[in-house]
């Protein structure tokens, strides 16, 4: 069956601190693409990154950096140098032939 | 920028009320998906559709119904409110089914009193 775990219900740092938000899934299809989102406290939900299930390399977006790795199932996100800004909850997805499928949320707050 | 409209913002009704849901969006994205979330927890698909004529209940149990009749509009309709239906409402769009991004509205949150 689909799942996606987002083990940490909620992470508190502070300012400038780097901090790895986890994210495991199952599924049984071989193709499926996996999904970050971050929903700030105004409450829209915005699109980071998507990335497929033949593409382990991972990404760097300035302060934002993913680690996909298909042996353990896991796309972790990490922030570097945390700001105030990136208060929020984030949600990892995934997408796969069958459904889209939310985790329950991370919520990261960074103290000045 | 906003592509992606959701109507009303918030809104307060009473028991045994009916309300629809209006979400409309711009981009000609044949994928459309109602989402309900108590704020920052997680979330439940409750409709979707592949585009005009085609709608899908999701995971929670529906207690509420959709129409696709154009595919800039999918609104959400619930028959009779009751205080258990008090959540937050987000739509979303897609170009492709489940590999694509999905562009979210602001959402609607609804108090039943």
């Known amino acids: 069956a689909q799942k996606v775990t987002q083990a940490q219900t909620e992470i508190s740092v502070v300012e400038k601190e780097d901090v790895t938000l986890d994210c495991v899934y199952e599924?049984?299809?071989?193709?499926?693409?996996l999904f970050w989102y971050k929903q700030p406290p105004s409450g829209e939900l915005v699109f980071l990154i998507r990335?497929?299930?033949?593409?382990?390399q991972n990404e760097i977006s300035g302060r934002y950096s993913w680690n996909f790795q298909k042996s353990t199932s896991s796309f972790n996100f990490t922030i570097t140098a945390s700001q105030v800004v990136d208060s929020a909850v984030y949600f990892c997805a995934l997408g796969d032939n069958n459904d889209m499928r939310f985790g329950a949320g991370t919520r990261l707050t960074v103290k000045p | 920028e906003a592509d992606i409209y959701q109507t009303p913002r918030y809104l307060v009704i009473g028991t045994g009320k009916k309300i629809t849901l209006e979400c409309s969006q711009t981009?000609?994205?044949?994928?459309m998906y109602w989402y309900q979330q108590d704020p920052g927890m997680e979330l439940h698909l409750i409709h979707y559709?592949?585009?005009?004529?085609?709608?899908e209940k999701g995971d929670l149990s529906s207690e509420s119904t959709v129409s696709r009749i154009r595919t800039e509009h999918f609104p959400l309709t619930l028959e009779s409110a009751r205080p258990s239906h008090t959540s937050q409402y987000l739509c979303?769009?897609?170009?492709?089914?489940?590999?694509?991004?999905?562009?979210f509205g602001n959402g609607t949150r609804l108090t039943v009193t």
């Open positions: 990335r497929n299930s033949f593409d382990e």
């Open positions: 979303a769009s897609s170009v492709g089914v489940w590999n694509s991004p999905l562009h």
């Open positions: 559709s592949y585009g005009v004529n085609s709608t």
């Open positions: 981009m000609g994205h044949d994928k």
């Open positions: 599924t049984r299809d071989t193709t499926y693409y």
